[in-house]
């Protein structure tokens, strides 16, 4: 399984070396439906620095075999942007750049619409947010929750908020999970047709990260 994130490589194509390709998949499609992967990663992010958050989100092409399944491409958090049928990570890291949560929409959804799902409530820490996540709603949701928030404002902004730009330096730790996790080419390129079966490989990425 960790092959096939990594390659990017058909499940039919896998070499002689391992198990049978059906005998593999089917264990992967029940563990996909039992959510085995998601759970180890929330078991996992349960020792996370809980000192300071980093939130952002990328965009992942959807290759063509990836937009076959029923319910429309909404269903199956594919959309549509500038760079075609998209779809996007929203990722919560920790102050040591582990990844925590995260939330698969279609590419086109707005980041800061994902954020209140990914932030812990009552921790107390610093989120670091990029100008993308410029709202004074999201601001306010945050100091209401017992954060601090380390958002600069947008530039076309007239009054500039105060934030701690020190610690917002350390943002390229999220920067630096997403670059590891694109290393998977199943990841930087989405092959599932359904939200669930990507999710899943996201997963998997995400524990690898904490394992190695």
């Known amino acids: 399984m960790l092959w096939i994130a ?9 070499p002689s070396e391992f198990p049978n390709w059906r005998s593999v998949y089917t264990r992967w499609r029940r563990w996909v439906q039992r959510r085995v992967w998601a759970q180890v990663l929330a078991w996992l992010a349960e020792e996370h620095d809980r000192e300071a958050y980093a939130l952002d989100a990328t965009y992942v092409r959807v290759h063509a075999h990836g937009t076959r399944a029923r319910g429309g491409y909404a269903a199956q958090a594919v959309g549509r942007s500038r760079g075609g049928l998209t779809s996007k990570v929203h990722l919560l890291t920790d102050a040591l750049g582990y990844p925590v949560r995260f939330v698969v929409t279609g590419g086109e959804r707005n980041d800061v619409t994902q ?3 990914l932030v812990p409530p009552g921790q107390g820490a ?12 999201w601001r306010e949701r945050l100091l209401a929750a017992g954060h601090q928030p ?11 908020p105060v934030y701690d730009e020190y610690t917002y330096r350390s943002r390229h730790l999220i920067e630096n999970a997403f670059a590891r996790l694109k290393s998977s080419r199943r990841i930087a390129t989405r092959y599932e047709q359904t939200a669930t079966a990507y999710a899943a490989f996201v997963s998997l990425a995400c524990v690898f990260l904490w394992l190695m």
């Open 6 to 14: 990594r390659t990017g490589c058909p499940w039919r194509d896998l």
């Open 115 to 117: 954020a209140p799902a």
């Open 126 to 137: 610093q989120v670091l947010c990029d100008r993308g996540y410029d709202a004074d709603w």
């Open 150 to 160: 380390v958002v600069p404002g947008r530039r076309n902004r007239l009054t500039q």
